[in-house]
T-cell receptor, first 117, second 110 residues
């Protein structure tokens, strides 16, 4: 059953702690993305990765870090430097540009709701 | 950068009614995607449509790339259609590969 999984669904942390959100895909997609969604708002791009061992900052990368050591995994760390970390975080993937039939059609995971108090 | 607008921002429909949602974008795009975000937050792909018209059941979408807009039609709406509808445009010439609009919040009441 192919798809994108994010865990956990809900996450609670104390202010000042780093926290890592998991994103795994078995779609064999090259590109992966992290978005942040605040209540009543659209999606904003945090980081994206077109290929293993490479990633670029999106619009709101400050206070976040990522790694892409494996094709199927793209974890996001929310650091203590992120001033307003409470939000809904969505991970997505797409075939990307490196295959013979490039496509940026995005498929999303179920999301992780992070609450920091 | 490219701007994406959606209208209306909010819409309330009686079950069975039809509706049209609009997405305008300020520059040329390589592709456009429509999503439905259900009340649990899951984003579901509806259409990936650079131009022309596609249909899937009660939903259809039309993109007129030369005039920089796309329309999503929902016919015979059901309560399960409630949620937020986003359009997202794709540009391969800048790092902003996919840019989301602010969404249309739809409530279908029985």
């Amino acid at each position: 059953d192919g798809g994108i999984t994010q865990s956990p669904k809900y996450l609670f942390r104390k202010e000042g702690q780093n926290v890592t959100l998991s994103c795994e895909q078995n779609l064999n997609h090259d590109a992966m993305y992290w978005y942040r969604q605040d209540p009543g708002q659209g999606l904003r791009l945090i980081y994206y990765s077109q290929i293993v061992n490479d990633f670029q900052k999106g619009d709101i990368a400050e206070g976040y870090s990522v790694s892409r050591e494996k094709k199927e995994s793209f974890p996001l760390t929310v650091t203590s430097a992120q001033k307003n970390p409470t939000a809904f975080y969505l991970c997505a993937s797409s075939i990307g540009a490196t295959s013979g039939s490039p496509s940026y059609e995005q498929y999303f995971g179920p999301g992780t709701r992070l609450t920091v108090t | 950068g490219i701007q994406v607008e959606q209208s209306p921002p909010d819409l309330i429909l009686q079950e069975g009614a039809n509706s049209t949602l609009r997405c305008n974008f300020s520059d040329s795009v390589n592709n456009l995607q429509w999503f439905h975000q259900n009340p649990w937050g899951q984003l579901i792909n509806l259409f990936y449509i650079p131009s022309g018209t596609k249909q899937n059941g009660r939903l259809s979408a039309t993109t007129v790339a030369t005039e920089r807009y796309s329309l999503l039609y929902i016919s015979s709406s059901q309560t399960t259609d409630s949620g937020v509808y986003f359009c997202a445009v794709e540009r391969r010439t800048s790092y902003d590969k996919v840019i989301f609009g602010p969404g249309t919040s739809l409530s279908v009441i029985p």
